[in-house]
């Protein structure tokens, strides 16, 4: 293993982009992906959110009228300036102008949305967040618009369409529910009884409320909207932009059932090669079961009412050819048959773009917490009872919170409990998720997970993420760029190419066992270091290979060899050092700041590294 000298200079311009400069990169390959931008000291999120609580007028003066306003779209495009800005969002109007300097995304992004509705990009980029909360100081009013009914010798009416709440005083809007539980139709094997009217079945995605009864006026037909049209219409009904309202996709999957003596397997099959247990996510609730099969940016549906009650305990398996999933539950009266397997529910046997799907959160309850640095904990949260979740390579999860009244959402990658733990489904990894923390005394999140106590619920949401760890497979290399706690998403990537080389945990898309590993881990101090006793034991491996970059020198780092780490920043010239030859052959992976990722992305495409093949940044 080379040793390398102790320290490399860097000088401010060999830090691309410069810091606090506001310039961005994006990787290719990953849209729709998450622009980020360096903000200005004071416009941090708990900074927007100690503003949006000081009382100060956040609507362009439309507060002062002590109510909420109907807007059209026509009064909505009139506001499309950076200085004049407002959005519309699932049916509520928001004037963004304050926030321009907040967002994480920049003004460039926020202005994409502006004298419009922004329902369908905000879905595509922050579907996880409650806007609701996080701009409840902003909000307007309501994008109405005019329709023109036509009755039997009557003229054209106008009617003003609106059908979505105004938050309550907290800016939180309870999700609409009213119509996912709804059967949509019966289960493959139940028939309707003799005599039943084909009125009373309702057709695939359709609802009792979209078939007029005889006699019935069209004016009493609720007038649909997708969140991304000109509005909603007149009547009750979920709020406009919710997932009820958005079209399926053509199937990918199908899927069937059978039963044993104190079993019910449900079967999915795919066309898809190399299903994974990790891509199927299930929910159990008293009887109804929601199966979701997440095949990269689609995903397919089971919803059912089940014939009856199942325990908690939930078995996935994958076939041999990687083409079927079985989902094996457990009937809770042993011996009972089932005529079918229930009732179908809304949605049920459909595919959706994932962007399309409301986000779903659980309640966890933390079981255990470690100290991994001076800083640094190390959170097991329990998955409630019923939930199957095994977060696959490179994904992340969302954590939301209440602070000030403020919804607030952070994203975490879960990670083992050590380097040494395989991470797999059938390891225990369905039922708990680790989550590493970095505790920050000014922070907006941490300061509230810093003081929970074990038994203590947090809303932690499925998995997301645009990872696809099959790349893997095409290269000899794998170098990882981490700063920090953007450490969190390497080590199960270390952990899968370990057991690989030690052909303890088998993955169909990690399939090299002659890949080699090279950590470049950029930290403050040595105390920084994360798991340091994990990776110093690593270094014993042929196929491992870490460097510690320290960016400040301590009286401690002082007294250790001087191969033991190098002092400096991420630059051209330490990046040039110490990367592999043989570039063509390398995958690299960042994680970091955003100055951090932003600048080691620059230098990259400097040396001519593929940002759509070679290059994964990952950034929440």
């Known amino acids: 293993m080379s040793r390398l000298p102790v320290s490399v200079p860097v000088t401010q311009s060999a830090q691309f982009p410069a810091i606090g400069s506001q310039q961005r990169s994006q990787i290719g390959g990953q849209t729709p992906a998450r622009n980020k931008v360096i903000l200005k000291p004071g416009r941090s999120l708990l900074d927007w959110v100690r503003l949006s609580k000081s009382g100060a007028d956040l609507t362009s003066g439309t507060a002062r009228s002590g109510r909420h306003l109907d807007i059209t779209p026509k009064e909505l495009s009139q506001h499309n300036e950076s ?5 519309s969002i699932r049916g509520l109007v928001y004037n963004i102008t304050p926030y321009m300097e907040f967002h994480p995304g920049g003004e460039d992004e926020l202005m994409k949305a502006a004298g419009k509705d922004g329902t369908q990009l905000f879905n595509e980029i922050h579907r996880w967040v409650n806007v609701d909360s996080m701009l409840a100081s902003c909000l307007i009013g309501k994008l109405v618009t005019t329709i023109h009914i036509r009755s039997s010798g009557v003229n054209s009416l106008a009617v003003k369409a609106s059908n979505v709440e105004i938050p309550t005083s907290k800016g939180l809007l309870t999700p609409p529910v009213a119509e996912f ?15 039943s009217s084909p009125r009373s079945v309702p057709g695939p995605g359709s609802s009792p409320r979209s078939v007029p009864g005889p006699g019935s006026s069209p004016r009493s037909v609720p007038v649909p909207w997708s969140g991304s049209g000109p509005g909603p219409g007149p009547g009750p009904g979920p709020a406009p932009g919710s997932s009820l309202f958005r079209k399926s996709q053509p199937k990918l999957a199908r899927h069937d059932w059978f039963q044993s003596h104190d079993t019910v397997t449900i079967v999915i099959y795919c066309k898809t090669k190399d299903l994974k247990q990790e891509d199927v996510l299930i929910q159990l609730t008293d009887r109804k079961t929601s199966i979701e099969l997440h095949l990269r940016d689609k995903v397919y549906l089971v919803n059912y009412e089940l014939q009856a009650s ?3 305990s939930v078995e996935v398996k994958t076939s041999a050819d990687k083409h079927k999933l079985e989902i094996t539950l457990t009937k809770t009266l042993v011996g009972q048959h089932w005529s079918n397997l229930g009732i179908a529910l809304h949605r049920n046997d459909r595919t959706y773009r994932r962007q399309d799907l409301d986000v779903v959160f659980y309640s966890c309850i933390l079981s255990n917490s470690q100290t991994v640095t001076h800083d640094t904990h190390l959170y097991t949260f329990d998955l409630p009872p019923g939930v199957w979740m095994c977060v696959p390579l490179g994904h992340h999860v969302h ?3 209440p602070v000030q009244e403020m919804e607030i959402v952070r994203s975490y990658t879960p990670v083992g409990l050590s380097l040494s733990d395989a991470c797999t489904c059938n390891h225990g990894n369905n039922k708990q998720i680790h989550l590493m923390i970095k505790y920050y005394q000014n922070g907006t999140l941490t300061p509230l997970l810093h003081s929970l106590h074990i038994g203590d619920k947090v809303d932690i949401s499925q998995y997301d993420g645009r990872f696809d760890d099959t790349k893997l497979s095409h290269y000899d290399e794998l170098v990882l760029l981490a700063a920090g706690t ?5 080590t199960r990537l270390i952990s899968a190419i370990a057991g690989q080389h030690q052909n303890i945990t088998p993955r169909a898309s990690v399939t090299t066992s002659t890949m080699a590993v090279k950590l470049l881990f950029f930290n403050k101090t040595e105390t920084d270091i994360l798991w340091k006793d994990y990776l110093d034991s690593l270094k014993q491996e042929p196929w491992f290979d870490y460097v510690n970059i320290l960016s ?8 250790c060899q001087p191969t033991d780490h190098l002092t400096g920043h991420v630059s051209r010239d330490l990046l040039d050092l110490l990367l592999p030859s043989d570039k063509d052959n390398t995958f690299v992976c960042i994680c970091g700041p955003e100055v951090f990722t932003q600048q080691a992305i620059s230098i990259l495409e400097e040396l001519c590294y593929d940002t759509d093949q070679q290059i994964h940044a990952f950034r929440g």
Request: glycine share 8%; hydrophobic share 25%.
């Open 399 to 401: 954590v939301k919170a």
């Open 181 to 195: 539980d709804k059967p949509t139709r019966p289960s493959p094997r139940s028939v309707p009884g003799p005599g």
């Open 486 to 490: 953007g450490f969190t998403p390497m």
């Open 310 to 312: 199942v325990t908690p």
């Open 552 to 559: 400040q020198v301590t009286e401690n780092s002082e007294t």
């Open 83 to 87: 200085h004049d800005a407002w959005t």
